[in-house]
């Protein structure tokens, strides 16, 4: 979740609210604090309400709640005659566009880093990482309309931002982390999108990076906002977004005409968001009987208006997609402290899921045996898996890119996960007697098949196949009713001659063994250990 | 193994009573007896003669002469009664040491006369040292028993026997008894809340195509959450059944422009492939809401806790596998209210008295609400669970009509409150130091 640091001396200027009073109510307009100081809060807030991405914003927000400033704002956008052509080439490689101008801005330090903390979530939130649109902001004062919004080729040149020699785009995508992390959006080889001015200028390279020609500085008393992506309805988000924050702190908003052979249009295209104003649906899912009035006065102090039955919503508000989406602006311009909460009674009876009760009971006998519960994860590493068993892993199931190499196969046995457990209590007393009961997956032919085994491991130097077998049978009996049958076999975890398969009514259920030598030594154990594995499901079959 | 001590001591053996004695009582007896008549008490007249000369010498006897003949009588008794004395108390065992000088001398006169003699007896006293002692224990001890054993038991040789002593001050043995997990514990009790409120456990897989984890619950195609930084796709799988059609093609719809549901939807081209895709779930809302689609009920409460995956760095605060406990409630005139209502009920049966909700967003709730808890520990308020009523982009698609309440804890931010520790990785830790000495019921 973004987050947007709020200076308190500075935010109480902007709400005209005391303190306590603002930190009160910041959680109820959706923003979680999670820190504060003497002179600073870190609140987080949703990627849905980028609105909320600067103190600005969310002073806009919460001079409503309060009542200092109700209703929707309006923004008022002139013509700046400023026009931005754009090349029919970019269909295919960035066709969408927006842009408009903001003057009469005297920004200090803090509003540039608010609007720049803003760009950056919006680029990672919504913009999803850029791919989705881009956000360029220059100084316009230091550009020559008209612009033009253009392909090029490899070979174009221009001082990117931050820089003091002109680079090609070739080398930009190569030679700098921009380039590296943003390039790959850009789909094609050879074409590439760039906006330039009547000199020739090149404003930016999106969505990688701007030059360094417009570059915003604190002088900068007009910006010049450019939104470029894939898709207009984000592109016109972002662009409202930027604008209506900047118009908040003081600009005035200009449009750009955009155009496109045989189309014209200005942006931004800040009309209202409209929504019917279904008091029926409100009232059902709060529970609240509000009148009419009562549900208008609580809109006005989410910033929206109302005229007769349909709900008005600045631009910026690009989370509102259906009408019961009103129900929850109701509820916090209402005061969602001032629910009161009513317990919805049953007549049912509730029931636990029968295997889960057997889960639970298999844990119950398996520390009346006097074994110790573990619970461990079921992503292991492939080592303790497989290899450490001398045992193939061609048939793993294993995750996309983990992050952790510890986490990254899923488990198709419990045996490794004890044993894994026994080498990290080699200084722990003796006789050692573990069990885990866990979900284990195994690759099947037209997928990955699940099941839940009871595993169980003891460790001591007197420890023998017997006794192993003596705490199976034991619990099978006690558990399912069940008695078992032991066959000699083979398993990859325990020694030749000292392992069972295990059946229970004609079905292979598990296996029972003595732990090979390889293996203890593999896990860097000096005592022997036994032990056996069981699939839940089928001894639940017994209990029938 | 003995120490012998020899010692003499001597005694005195009366043989006879002496003859003055036998006179003085004569007299005693009878007053005043003549010469004759006296002469006749003794065996002879030399006894009689002896004893007369030696009790008339010593003034205990007189004579008169006035009479005819002439009678003697006692004159003086107290001579007499001493030497009765001396001879009682000898002819009782009395020791020579236990005299007096007088008395000595006297008794000394009756020795050499014959009538006391003196026998010298000699002692010899064996007493037993400690090693004697010792190895007479060990003799015993041949006869104690070590412990009641069947045999002994069965053969009545335990009688008149002891149990040989032990050192019952000495340490015994370590011993840890087996013991559940206490996060099954915890899971056993939230699972018992929920059944006491009325609800049906559900239970399923972990493995399920992205479509229910995702699209059925409105999370558009290239949200951020269902990228592989944040969630597990299962390499080189997919589902292979679904298909366009049914609830897959109203969600499709709902996603792409809102289907019938008055949603303006997300306006993207909704690919199936991407639905296909095999995920380990990310929340265990992917049980409930097929739960919901394959029943259609219009009155029903069910839940389920289980582990939900994350593709996450492992931090204090972060698991890749963790538990969550979904809940939802399906019903005819459900609102707001009775979710907080019921999240209150649900937190303090869980022992969190002080919860509060606060306004969040998910794609797939309208109203978003977040639960949080006063932790007094922290001294803050701890996010709980997120919570909210269904979109209708969500129930429509799978033909559900009524409202459903729905919400997702985590469990394992309330143990850690519960048993105040700060590192999620340590309930999943194998220490088996922990897990067999922490107190049973601590922090419940």
Sequence with gaps: MPVVRIGLRRFQRMVGASRSEILDKLPFIGLDIESSDGEAVRVE???????????????????????????????????????????????????????????????????????????EDLHNGLGRKRRVFAIGL????????????????PDCSFVPLGSRAPATVG???????????????????????????????????????????????????????????????????????????????????????????????????????????????????????????????????SRLSVRRTTVFAARYRVDLMHRVDLAEEVALGYGIWRIGPLYPPSNQPGSFHPFEQFLDAASTVMAGAGMLEMMTFELVDEGSMYARFGRSGAAKVAVHQPRSLEHSVLRDSLIPSLMT??????????????????????????????SWHLGCLVAHSQTSFSEAKMFLEAVCRTLAGAEISAHEAEHWAFAHGRCASVGISGRMVGHVGELSAEAVDAFGLRVPVAGFEVDLRELRKQLK | MVVISEAETSALLVEGTPAELVLVRALESEGQLTISELKSRFRSDGEFSAAFGRARAAGWISLDNSRSPPSVRVADRKGAEALASVVDSASRGAAESAFTEEERKVIAELVRRGIVKKLTTKSVTVSITEAGRSAVAEREAERALDRLSPEVLASGEWKGKQ??????EARAPVFFPGRRHPVRDFIREVRETYVSMGFTELEGGSVHPAFWNFDALFIPQDHPGREMQDTFYLEGLSDRTLARKGVVANVAAAHENGWQTGSRGWGYRWQIEEARRLVLRTHNTVLTVRALSESREKDARVFAVSKVY??????????????????????????????????????????????????????????????????????????????????PEVT??????????????????????????DDMRELYGSDLGWLRRRVELAGS
């Design chain 1, 45 to 119: 807030y949703s990627p849905n309400r980028p609105d909320l991405g600067t103190d600005i914003g969310i002073a806009r927000s919460l001079k409503g709640l309060l009542g200092r400033e109700t209703g929707m704002p309006v923004y008022v956008v002139k013509p700046s005659g400023i026009s931005v052509s754009v090349d029919g080439r970019l269909s295919s490689v960035r066709p969408c566009i927006g842009a408009a101008a903001v003057t009469g801005l005297r920004l200090d330090a803090e509003d540039v880093r608010q609007i720049m903390s803003l760009q």
């Design chain 1, 138 to 153: 220059h100084d316009l004062e230091r550009v020559a309309p008209p612009l033009s919004y253009m392909v090029v080729g």
């Design chain 1, 171 to 301: 080398s930009i995508l190569t030679d700098t982390p921009e380039g590296r992390s943003y390039g790959a959006i850009i789909p094609g080889r050879g074409k590439y999108p760039i906006i330039k001015d009547s000199r020739g200028s090149v404003l930016s390279f999106p969505p990688v990076i701007n030059g360094d020609a417009t570059r915003v500085t604190e002088k900068t008393r007009a910006v010049l906002v450019e939104v470029t992506g894939t898709g207009q309805g984000a592109v016109d988000d972002a662009l409202a977004v930027a604008t209506t924050t900047l118009a908040e702190a003081g600009g005035r908003i200009m449009s750009v005409r955009v155009e496109r052979r045989g189309s014209v249009r200005e942006t931004p295209d800040l009309s209202p968001v409209q929504l019917p104003l279904d008091t029926d649906l409100i009232r059902r899912v709060l529970g609240l009987q509000l009148t009419g009035q009562e549900m208008v006065e609580a809109l006005e102090r």
């Design chain 1, 421 to 450: 457990a026994l080498s990290e209590n080699v200084r722990s007393d003796y006789p050692q007697r573990i069990f885990e009961i866990g979900r284990v997956y195994s690759r099947v032919a037209d997928g990955v098949s699940e």
């Design chain 2, 163 to 168: 149990l040989r002593p032990i050192d019952v």
């Design chain 2, 310 to 391: 994350r593709n996450e760095s492992l931090d204090y605060k972060h698991l890749a596998e963790f538990h969550q406990m979904d809940g939802i409630i399906v019903g005819e005139g459900l609102n707001v209210r009775h979710l907080i209502g019921f999240l209150q009920a649900f937190y303090k049966k869980l022992g969190m008295r002080d919860i509060k909700v606060w306004p969040t967003y998910f794609p797939y709730t309208e109203p978003s609400l977040e639960v949080v808890g006063y932790s007094e520990a922290a001294k803050a308020w701890i996010e709980l669970s997120g919570s909210g009523v269904f979109r």
């Design chain 2, 396 to 421: 429509e698609p799978l033909g559900v009509k009524v409202p459903v309440l729905a919400w997702g804890p985590g469990v394992e931010r309330l143990m850690l409150m519960r048993f105040g520790i």
